[in-house]
């Protein structure tokens, strides 16, 4: 199974189980999404419940909520991240803020599915990986799948889940990363990272598509006899900060991966709470390898991407250090 | 849950074809679909704004129009390009407007306005080159295809964002009209774009302020899968000006006289300052969205072929055969030229490096680049030299 049809088969398997699951958005209907994650749900549930809606995004999100707040559980679709700004009034001043402003007496539980990040030679207008806007607003829960297992099982405990959720699927693997998925029920808890491989001398922190880039790092480095950690964090918010806290205090080194701009990236966060956290067992300084302060170029992207190469570079500085 | 409402749908059986020539409904009778050229290729000749040359002329640009867009989807396919949106189908409407303006005045496209460009002056090999993202590429390889700029001919740059332009266009006109320039802009958008905030806040500003800005709707029928009818409840695009106080009208967009016509009508009024027109021009998106698009999934084929027998390059053609200015062959001989002037702009454009220099990635971030651009090109540098797969995919 790949991401798509693991993302698909949750949508199915939530609508199944819960009526109040909605989906809604650009093209999502009949057609089944740009990127197909929602074939076939249309002719299974109705329009009803799987809605085209017009071309606007701050519409989608600002119809979500006020589903949300009479009782749907809607999982509205952003067709690409990069597109997700006119409705960004709608999230970071309404969704994420409306069970704290009423006092607990409302609350709009979502699950706002966005493919997001480059490397599909789309350009800055569907490639950008804008994460950080979202974790640095509170109130909304941020998840990055890297396989099909996780999307199935990240997305299925965000539809249940009580806060709104911010999914963002790498569509760059949305094809590429195939894996078994079992059939049914599968749930991944929100807000724990998993250790995809142990290692001893550094971790090495990733999320999403660029898991893999560091997959790869990390398996070159092993053959140049370096022990490397790997991290896939799953969940931005909440942040599983005892795996990370665990991990580095072992190898004492550490390499945080992400496509977005350095600059505020969530990699900056990262490392400050490693610094505050673990600075008594630090053997070298925290390293960023990231996207670059640019808008998301065009031609160029495999250098501004932080490609496996960059990445076993700074592994292999930090190792030396 | 409830049953299915089913009211859309009713609405799309009889909105895929709007009638030519106009519908039942109030606002389609109070937005009458203005023609000029009958189906027999004849016009009432006061009506037609166009010298018989400027005709002729323009009909070669819709053959170019075509001919770029019918090559570029190949060389799409060949995957020597990464993706490509055109306007076929949709020909007469883009070159009806921007014909229908002034040299000064400015253009805010959407992204099919290719022909906007090239009719301002962009070289066919420069927008090839951007197209390839190459070193040729007066974006720097900065956007992906179709997403030029060309400020030689007042065609500003075009985003992916929907309908950010409109409300932009305004500004500029507004400027003019500060500066006491004869400039009135257009914009382009689709009827997809009237979703948009955008949209609505870009109507209102030039209504309240009376600018100089002609928007002109490139109805196509389809916002990728979504039918014009999932788009909005109005009959018409064109009544929408009604809300926000402006003048509105409705064209045959596959009749570039009666598209030429309106946009000399609409651009008289801003100048005039009467305000902005709501230009609503009916066309239809005979292809998919883009390349990335298979249209196949959710349309009918019969729909497609309605619409195809209502070419506008066969109309123009029909007029100009009609007016004993063009024949047949002259038709085909202007095709070969097209072909022949595509060609050539692909060779040019092809014989350029494929990638921009490595620092064009950090040209242009600000003025002038900051501490963390220029290390970052270090950066990047060494990190090529000491490993050159670091610039390709895995």
């Not at chain 1, 971790?203 to 053959?223: P, R, S, Y």
């Not at chain 2, 064209?251 to 570039?256: E, F, K, M, Q, Y």
């Not at chain 2, 006289?257 to 008289?268: C, D, P």
């Amino acid at each position: 199974m790949n991401i798509i049809q693991a993302v698909n088969d949750a949508l199915r398997l939530e609508m199944r189980r819960d009526p109040s699951v909605v989906v809604l958005g650009e093209d999502v209907g009949k057609f089944g999404g740009v990127f197909r994650a929602s074939q076939g749900l249309q002719e299974e549930f109705g329009k009803e419940r799987v809605i085209d809606t017009p071309l606007a995004e701050s519409g989608v999100i600002g119809t979500a909520l006020g589903m949300a707040l009479y009782g749907l559980k809607p999982v509205p679709e952003i067709q690409f991240a990069d597109f997700i700004f006119p409705a960004m009034d709608q999230i970071l001043s309404e969704v994420a803020k409306y069970r704290y402003r009423s006092g607990g007496q409302y609350a709009c539980p979502m699950v706002i599915r966005t493919p997001y990040g480059g490397g599909i030679r789309g350009g800055h207008y569907h490639s950008q990986s804008p994460e950080a806007h979202f974790i640095h607003t509170a109130g909304l829960k941020v998840v990055v799948p890297a396989n099909p297992h996780d999307a199935k099982g990240l997305l299925t405990a965000a539809i249940r889940d009580p806060d709104p959720v911010l999914f963002f699927e790498p569509k760059r693997m949305y094809r590429a990363a195939k894996g078994e998925v079992p059939e049914g029920e599968v749930v991944v808890p929100i807000g724990k990272a998993r250790v995809t491989r142990e290692g001893t001398q550094v971790t090495v922190i990733a999320w999403g598509a660029m898991w893999h880039e560091a997959d790869q790092a990390v398996k070159e480095g092993a053959a140049l006899g370096i022990d490397a950690e790997l991290l896939d964090l799953r969940s931005l918010q909440p942040l599983d900060i005892d795996a990370i806290e665990e991990s580095v205090r072992k190898t004492g080194r550490a390499v945080v991966v992400h496509e977005a701009p350095r600059t505020c990236g969530f990699g900056a966060e990262i490392a400050a709470l490693i610094q505050e956290r673990c600075f008594l067992h630090l053997e070298a300084p925290v390293t960023r390898v990231t996207g670059f302060d640019t808008p998301f170029p065009y031609t160029l992207e495999n250098e501004y991407l932080p490609r496996a190469p960059r990445i076993l570079r700074a592994i292999r500085e930090v190792v030396a250090f | 849950m409830r049953r299915v409402r089913d009211i859309e749908e009713a609405r799309m059986r009889k909105g895929n074809l709007p009638a030519v020539g106009g519908g039942e409904g109030r606002w389609e009778r109070e937005f009458p679909l203005r023609t000029v050229i009958a189906d027999d290729g004849s016009a009432d000749p006061a009506a037609v704004t166009l010298s018989d040359e400027e005709a002729v002329g323009l009909y070669r640009w819709m053959l170019l129009s075509r001919e770029v867009d019918e090559r570029m989807v190949q060389l799409q396919r060949q995957g020597r390009i990464a993706f490509y949106i055109g306007a076929i189908g949709e020909e007469a409407t883009v070159l009806g407007t921007v014909a229908g303006m002034r040299q000064q005045d400015w253009l805010f496209p959407s992204y099919r306005e290719h022909a906007g460009a090239l009719f301002r002056g962009m070289p066919l090999s420069t927008f090839v080159c951007d197209l390839l993202g190459n070193a040729g590429d007066r974006m720097l390889g900065h956007q992906m295809p179709c997403h030029e700029a060309w400020a030689a001919g007042r065609f500003v740059s075009i985003s992916a964002p929907i309908a950010t332009q409109v409300p932009q266009a305004v500004g500029a006109a507004w400027a003019a009209r500060i500066r006491g320039d004869d400039m009135v802009a257009l914009t382009w958008f689709g009827e997809g774009a009237t979703s948009a905030n955008d949209f609505h806040t870009g109507a209102n500003f030039a209504g309240v302020h009376k600018i100089p800005v002609v928007m002109a709707c490139r109805n196509n029928g389809w916002a990728i899968s979504v039918p014009r009818e999932l788009q909005t409840a109005s009959e018409t695009i064109a009544q929408k000006a009604v809300a926000y106080g402006i003048h509105g009208e409705r064209v045959d967009g596959n009749d570039l006289l009666a598209v030429h016509a309106a946009t000399l009508r609409a651009r008289e009024r801003g100048a005039a300052g009467l305000g902005p027109t709501l230009l609503e021009c009916v066309t239809y998106r005979v292809e998919g969205h883009s390349t990335s698009d298979d249209p196949r999934a959710y349309r009918s084929a019969e729909e497609v072929e309605a619409w195809r027998a209502r070419d506008p390059i066969l109309r123009m053609g029909r007029y100009l055969g009609w007016k004993r200015l063009v024949a047949a062959k002259d038709t085909e001989k202007f095709r070969a030229e097209a072909k022949d002037q595509v060609r050539r702009a692909v060779e040019e454009a092809e014989a350029f490096d494929p990638k921009p220099p490595v620092e064009t990635l950090f040209a242009g971030v600000y003025a002038e680049p900051l501490w963390q651009q220029r290390e970052q090109l270090a950066e990047l540098r060494a990190a090529i030299a000491a490993d050159p797969r670091t610039a390709s995919p895995r």
